[in-house]
């Protein structure tokens, strides 16, 4: 172990200069802040050669929790899984069309003609003026979009329904965990159950990803973490970034400079 550290410390040294996240790993690039979260899905678009479709996460998790699309819809975490049907505009599935049905939000044929270049627009950004407008009213972070979300639902800010049918859970308050670093010079992180309770259900991570027994998941490491598994699952994409050392490693010390 202490050597494995001093490695770490060795490439970090020799790294710094080269990493454009200044970090010890290397972590893919980030995206502008009003890019990140936004996904291409292009599952049958790819086979047919039409236009792909363009999802961005920031737009919608202002309105709902996670859950109600990973959870309820049961929309994968994992991009170009779903087997989304779009039946050539008539949308009568369930994905998608759970809400953009004209009545929740816009349906494929609304009163002035026909929306898919909304969706089918792989070109089009999220971003702009909406996106500022956002970020400015809301607490600010360092990394991803930019934004503090779990400040922004704990003070109110914003009120994403937690449920389609309107519907409130009780939330049942797992304790906050502390998790010790599995290498001697690094601080510990911590894992606030009730943070993510917020917004996901206990099944988005039991039992597939993690144990239901502190410090008994094996592939909670950062280097799965980076590859897209364990925690890296939301907080490379979607949630904030794994950049972000401090929100987990609250008393690490700062890398790089943060
Ligand atoms: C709310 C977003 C949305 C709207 C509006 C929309 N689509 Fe789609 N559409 C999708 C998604 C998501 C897919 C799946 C894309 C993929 O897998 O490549 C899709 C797939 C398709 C496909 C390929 C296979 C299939 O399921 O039919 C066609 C063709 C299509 N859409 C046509 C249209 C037409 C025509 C309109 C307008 C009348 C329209 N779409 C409106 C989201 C939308
Ligand atoms: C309005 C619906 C909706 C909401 C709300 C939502 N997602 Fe998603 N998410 C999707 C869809 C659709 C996909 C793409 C699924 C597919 O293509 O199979 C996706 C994909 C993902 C992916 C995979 C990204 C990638 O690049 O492969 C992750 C991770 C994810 N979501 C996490 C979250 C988290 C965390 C939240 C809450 C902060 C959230 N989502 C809220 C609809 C949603
Ligand atoms: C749980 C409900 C829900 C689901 C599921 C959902 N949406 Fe939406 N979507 C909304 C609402 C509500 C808005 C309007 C947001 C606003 O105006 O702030 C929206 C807005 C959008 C927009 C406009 C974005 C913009 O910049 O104005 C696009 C494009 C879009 N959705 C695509 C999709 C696609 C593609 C899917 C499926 C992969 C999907 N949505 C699934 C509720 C949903
Ligand atoms: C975002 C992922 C995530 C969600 C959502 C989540 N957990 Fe956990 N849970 C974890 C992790 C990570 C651990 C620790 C695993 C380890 O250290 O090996 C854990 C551990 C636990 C433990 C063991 C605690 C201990 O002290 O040993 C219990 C009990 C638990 N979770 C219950 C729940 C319940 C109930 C829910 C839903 C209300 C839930 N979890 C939602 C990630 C999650
Ligand atoms: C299934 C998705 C998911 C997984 C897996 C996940 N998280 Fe999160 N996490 C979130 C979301 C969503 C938030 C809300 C903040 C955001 O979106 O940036 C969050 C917030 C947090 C926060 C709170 C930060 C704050 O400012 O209050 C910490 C700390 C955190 N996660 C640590 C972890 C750790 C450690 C793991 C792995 C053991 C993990 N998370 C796994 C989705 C996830
Ligand atoms: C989403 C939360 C999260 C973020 C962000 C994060 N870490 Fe970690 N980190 C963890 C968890 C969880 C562990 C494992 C703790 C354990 O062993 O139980 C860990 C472990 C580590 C370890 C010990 C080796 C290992 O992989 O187990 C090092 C070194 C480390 N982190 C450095 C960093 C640095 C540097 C950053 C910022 C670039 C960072 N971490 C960002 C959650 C995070």
Known sequence: MKILYLLLLMSMFLYEGRLSAQSPFDLPPLPPSENYGDIVIDRTAKATKGTPVYFSHWVHRVKYTCRVCHYELEFSMQSNETPIVCDNGTMKGRYCAACHNGKVSFGPKDEDGETCSRCHDADSSSGGRK????????????????????????????????????????????????LEAEMRGISYAVFPH??????????????????????????LRMINMIRGDSCGVCHLRVAFPLDDCKKCHPKMRNWGGY
């Open 131 to 178: 996106f500022n407008e956002l970020q400015n009213r809301l607490p600010k972070s360092r990394f991803g979009n930019g934004i503090d979300w779990s400040r922004a639902l704990n003070d109110g800010l914003i009120k994403p329904a937690d449920s389609l049918s309107g519907e409130v859970r009780e939330l049942v308050n797992v304790r906050n965990l502390v």
């Open 194 to 219: 009730r943070t993510h309770e917020q917004w996901l259900d206990c099944s988005s991570c039991h039992p597939e990803l993690f144990n239901i027994k502190k410090k008994s998941t094996e592939s």
